[in-house]
């Protein structure tokens, strides 16, 4: 699902505090990056004080602008089947069960959490003679993707003692095709999950490196999924928890047309008063003096959550000028880490086997 944009325009955090506080807005929506929120929210504190505003959260660690923790993904694109629905594909008997292992790209981010991820994959297909395992890639050897690889499975798979058995391969292509023939989604923390549990898709969250926030599966804690190679060698599959799933913007009885009824009704009770509290973002000069203040200033706030002379300058040709020039910088930083990461590194690594 979509929303069209009447207009759109960047601006700095003094052109977006005089935007929000100078123009009707009803609802004002803050995606981003968890620092970039709490700046906001002060900034926005500062100019609203002593006026009613619109509908917040208290923005505590990690949390999104409406006070939740934020989810893993987004309301699936119309006309994909919805939850408990079969995955599409052929009837029963004419291929074989499929379990896919969805690979990330930076995580685990060493090599014997890969070697080992790897190694269980092969395992299970060879434990299980009558499945067929497909490695999941995200991207072909030299394609250039959003995250670039250092240690590519495709790589990992040459090195692998006895290869990868006659019922294991590995697959590129979309996602969602994919799935059409999976009947069993493993992974240690993708996007891909929600996707397969939209589906109805048995979905294993893997716990065979640990919980952690570094591997991204802390996400999935209460969801259900949450499981080792054993127990899915040993058979299991995993039952994801329906309100959990619910949470996650995945609805729980399969239909998305009533999804937001309660956002919807929240923001119309929130307009209807007359005023709302004060913005009281969790973060303060009390709560967090040594993290707030370096938050604050690298969003050109200073500790009152008021612009500094650099923020606050909103001339049109110098914000032209700049950025061109963060453009120019990007692209070449880009340029330089695809080449240290793909070309460099290789190297090195290989003079250090020598």
Known sequence: MGVRADSLREVTTAGFLRAVTGEPYDVVVLACVGGAVQAMLHGLARATAGAGEVERG????????NGTTPALGTVPAPGTPAPGTPA??????????????????????????RDYLLRRAAGHARLHPDREVLIKLRSKPGEHTTH??????????????????????????HMGEVLDRTDLLVTVSS????????????????????IR?????????????LASWDELDA????????SWLARQGVAADGHYEHAFDAARERIAELLARPALPPIAPYYTTFTAPGYLPGILARYGLDVRGEPTGSGAEDDTAARGVR????SAVRDAARGAYRHGVQRVAPVIRRLGEL
């Open 58 to 65: 208290e923005a505590g660690p990690g949390a999104a602008a």
């Open 88 to 113: 599409p594909g052929p009837a029963p008997g004419e291929r074989p069960h499929t379990v896919c292992f969805a690979v990330q790209p930076s995580v685990p981010d060493n090599r014997a959490g």
């Open 148 to 173: 670039i690889e250092e240690l590519p499975y495709q790589k990992l798979v040459s090195r692998l003692p006895g290869g990868l058995p006659a019922n294991c391969r590995l697959v590129y292509g």
């Open 191 to 210: 996007t891909a999950a929600l996707e397969a549990l939209h589906r109805g898709i048995p979905t294993a969250v893997l716990t065979d490196l640990g």
């Open 213 to 225: 926030e570094a591997l991204g599966n802390h996400h999935f804690l209460g969801s259900g999924c």
């Open 235 to 242: 058979g299991h599959r995993p039952e994801p928890d329906r």
């Open 323 to 326: 950025q061109v020039v963060r």
